[in-house]
């Protein structure tokens, strides 16, 4: 169980996506999830050995590094690609759920399951909505969290056990900046994505509604 | 999810490529991200506990480590691998929609379609013609310009490709003007020299596959403009068949990588 479950997942959804939410799928896999495990995870992965403080007190590294980092940006990086990936679920419910009715009923209820009209229609773009309203919210956790999206090199601390203000480094905080500005500009890019499909899809859909009304209308 | 699955997605882009385009996927693969993986990251493995400052100021390594790798080499590589593969995704959505479009004529009973089954249009190889001939060259043109930005990115970065042995340093906490020592950096500078020769070596092979789409191109110009009666079923044979050989020579080499990475 690991990151192939999600790539699964998300290759199910491309089928019932459009062309856009496609381009959103490969802009996930490829800038975010390939870019997290082969580069940002080693970043990462010694950041609490590799801090250090200028003192010998046994304790106050461990306090420090907790107090700075009270959930390091890679797990939270890890959370963000969970969370804006499952909102794809529902629409993968939905369409199970036709699916399931048509095989109960033993009739074709609809003109094929995956079909985006009506309900799924309404499913696919509350997903979207859900979509970025998680993006924005991470965001906003590591603006908040980390008092913007720079890693310092020097931080200065004075918590129990520390008997003064010492000074703890911060490894790599150069690359760890550049990867963060690299995943915030990918969210951005992800956010950007979402709110065109949404427009898209409600332009489409209202055009094709306006058009029928009209028809009708003349009739 | 690694690297293998970035060859999935580009297996599917190798049908539509011409034989340049497969010979540069195969380099890819096996002289630039296998040696990545197998190779490199095992070299710059260390590279932080191993770097020593001759100092015990506590702060003054991780300061002086990080003042002269803003960026690791490994990490700057597989950006590079990433970026550069990534503009071959373009050809595949384009076939993509093209598909989807035979497709839905083909549902309606579109008369000109000239498939029998969904399988057939599924199965069909393009040729790179027409929009597809724009997008196959867009994408060849970004993959020059982000193998060409990252090789600078690297010669400014580091101030050329040699790693040296000794760096002194003066950052703050460091008391005074420190050697700081980093590890493995024959190897390190072999490995870097290995990487540029074969970006080097990649960016020629886009650049001859963008000379030669061009000559196609003029050339299949002059020849509608001088001979307006030509037969396209005839060029179709041969096209096909020098794809399906192609085809041959890159699944071989594909399967070899497939061997390697399990």
């Not at chain 1, 959804?13 to 999830?33: C, D, E, P, Q």
């Not at chain 1, 199970?96 to 009739?107: C, G, I, M």
């Not at chain 2, 690791?72 to 050809?91: D, E, G, K, M, N």
């Not at chain 2, 390190?188 to 191109?217: G, H, P, Q, W």
């Amino acid at each position: 169980m690991s990151w192939g479950f999600l790539r699964d997942l998300l290759s199910g959804v491309n089928k019932y996506s459009t062309g856009i939410g496609r381009i959103w799928v490969a802009v996930v896999f490829i800038l975010r999830l390939l870019v997290y495990i082969v580069a940002a995870e080693n970043i990462w992965k010694y950041e609490h050995d590799e801090f250090e403080c200028n003192i010998k007190q046994p304790g106050c590294e461990n306090v420090c590094f907790d107090h700075f980092f009270p959930i390091s940006h890679i797990r939270l990086w890890a959370l963000q690609l969970i969370m804006v990936s499952t909102p794809s679920l529902l629409v993968i419910f939905h369409v199970a759920y036709r699916e399931n009715r048509e095989k109960h009923r033993n009739q074709k209820l609809y003109k094929s399951p995956g079909e985006r009209d009506g309900g799924l229609l309404c499913t696919y773009l509350i997903s979207l909505i859900l979509k970025t309203v998680f993006e924005i919210v991470f965001l906003f956790l590591f603006y908040k969290l980390y008092n913007g999206f720079e890693v310092p090199r020097l931080v200065k601390c004075d918590i129990r056990p520390c008997p003064n203000t010492v000074d703890c480094y911060i490894s790599k905080p150069t690359e760890k900046m550049i990867f963060l500005y690299f995943l915030v500009a990918a969210s951005c890019l992800c956010i950007a994505l979402n709110l065109s499909e949404f427009s898209y899809l409600i332009f489409k859909y209202s055009t094709k509604w306006y058009l029928k009304r009209y028809i009708k209308k003349r009739q | 999810m690694d690297w293998g699955a970035l060859h999935t997605i580009l297996g599917g882009v190798n049908k539509h490529s011409t034989s340049i385009g497969k010979i540069w996927l195969t380099v890819l693969f096996i002289f630039r991200i296998m040696i990545l993986v197998v190779a490199a990251e095992r070299v710059w493995g260390d590279e932080q506990d191993d770097f020593i400052c001759n100092t015990l100021q506590p702060g003054c390594k991780n300061v002086c480590y990080d003042h002269f790798f803003p960026i690791s080499h490994i990490r700057l590589w597989a950006l590079q691998l990433i970026f550069v593969s990534t503009p071959a995704l373009l050809v595949a959505m384009h076939v993509a929609y093209r598909r989807h479009e035979k497709k839905r004529q083909f549902r309606k009973g579109d008369q000109k379609c000239e498939f029998k089954d969904i399988e057939e249009i599924r199965k069909q190889r393009f040729r790179i013609e027409g929009s597809l001939w724009w997008t196959y060259t867009s994408s060849i043109f970004f993959r020059l310009v982000f193998e060409a930005i990252f090789m600078y990115a690297f010669y400014f970065m580091y101030n050329g490709f040699q790693m040296p042995r000794l760096m002194k340093c003066n950052a703050w906490p460091c008391p005074n003007t420190v050697d700081c020592f980093v590890s493995r950096p024959t190897e390190k500078t072999v490995f870097t020299i290995f990487m540029i020769a074969v970006s080097s070596i990649c960016i020629l092979l886009n650049v001859a596959e963008l000379c030669y789409l061009l000559t196609k191109f003029f050339l299949r110009r002059s020849k509608k403009a001088g001979n307006p009666k030509h037969h396209p079923n005839h060029e179709n044979k041969e096209e096909t068949k020098q794809n399906e050989m192609n085809e041959l020579i890159s699944d071989s080499c594909q399967n070899t990588v497939i061997g390697f990475s399990n």
